[in-house]
Every structure is written in C-alpha cells, then in structure tokens.
C-alpha cells in the first residue's frame, strides 16, 4: 500500500517562506514523475510544480522564480521550497506522485499566507 504523506504546511505573513515534504511509503519503486497540487476554496485543484525522476520540472506561471521542486530518489521524497509567498497562494496543498500511468495522493497539508 502507497502512501504519500506530506508535511511542512502552517501559517505564513506575505513575503514569508515555507517547505513542503512528501515522503512515500510502502514503496519500493521509483516514481515516474512526483509533484504539489494546490486547492483553494471554491476553486479547482491545480498543478504548482511537477518533477521526473531524471530532474526536469514544470512550474504554473503564477508560482515561477518564487518555487521551487527537488526530489530524492534514494528517499522517495519531494519537497516544494515556497518564497515570497502571497495572500493568493493560500490552499491546501496536496502531493501527488505517478508511475505507469498511475496517480497516487497525498492527504494535503494547509497553507496559509496572511497579508
């Protein structure tokens, strides 16, 4: 059984920094490609950043040059390094991993930046 188990969401002013952790567990293959959705209320579920297993990302515009991606194969694990962050980014953030054209997710993590 997967599981993706994210960490690192809390409370924030703007201009402040957050880290977001995904660590996956029961796993003993590597994932495709791993990245961070986000959900804010009333909206849909949207891509942040995404990763392959050979290092190339993709970011939304809206979070480009303050996000950044990385991942550790040897641990399975991704993280989503958030500056400047804005009133707008907050959401509940979720992780997300692929391998075979399967999606596994994470519980989501709560971010949320005060102005």
């Known amino acids: 059984q997967v599981q993706l188990v994210e960490s690192g969401g809390g409370l924030v002013q703007a201009g402040g920094s957050l880290r977001l952790s995904c660590a996956a567990s029961g796993s003993i293959f590597r994932f495709d490609t791993m990245g961070w959705y986000r959900q804010a209320p009333g909206r849909q579920r949207e891509l942040v950043a995404s990763?392959?297993?050979?290092?190339?990302?993709n970011y939304a515009d809206s979070v480009k040059g303050r996000f950044t991606i990385s991942r550790d194969n040897a641990r399975n694990t991704a993280y989503l390094q958030m500056n400047s962050l804005k009133p707008e980014d907050t959401a509940v953030y979720y992780c997300?991993?692929?391998?075979?054209?399967?999606?596994?997710w994470g519980q989501g993590t709560q971010v949320t930046v005060s102005s």
């Open positions: 990763i392959t297993s050979g290092g190339h990302t």
């Open positions: 997300n991993a692929i391998r075979l054209g399967y999606y596994y």
